[in-house]
């Protein structure tokens, strides 16, 4: 297991910024460190929630790598971070979030180094996620990472 992560009731957003305790919001994860052009070849998020309350995903839908394109003249030397994220948003650029429910020992796989996502506990309870990181070939568990 990658880690394990507890989310106070009610929250809009639950990934903290662990520097000053503030929640980051929509964000990519860089646990793979790729370069633009590498950026969809990370690693898969396997999640799976704990309870005891219910908790979302929330997946925006531009990826990183389009949102670099937009925002950087030099994105084909670029390293996607979740600041060219909000740069994109900043300059007024849409961004349209799907929110997908997560029952107790529901879960998902999601390319989370390549789509701007998030936890959320809005209107529920407090929940527990565990996460992996691995990769995954088409209708079989590989292993985990």
């Known amino acids: 297991m990658l880690g394990k992560a507890l989310s106070v009731a009610k929250s809009p957003t639950t990934t903290p910024n662990y520097q000053d305790g503030r929640l980051i919001g929509l964000h990519v994860d860089n646990w793979d460190k790729l370069s633009h052009a590498r950026k969809h070849t990370g690693r898969r998020r396997l999640c799976i929630n704990l309870g005891p309350g219910t908790r979302y995903i929330l997946l925006g839908d531009v990826d990183i790598q389009n949102v670099c394109r937009t925002v950087r003249e030099d994105h084909a030397a670029c390293y996607p971070h979740t600041d060219d994220l909000r740069s994109y948003v900043a300059r007024g650029f849409p961004l349209h979030c799907l929110r997908i429910r997560l029952d107790p020992g529901e879960g998902y796989i999601a390319p989370t180094e390549f789509l ?8 529920q309870q407090e929940s527990t996620a565990a996460f992996w990181l691995g990769r995954w070939a088409c209708g079989a568990m ?4």
């Open 116 to 123: 701007p996502h998030d936890g959320s506990t809005e209107d």
């Open 142 to 145: 590989g292993s985990l990472v």
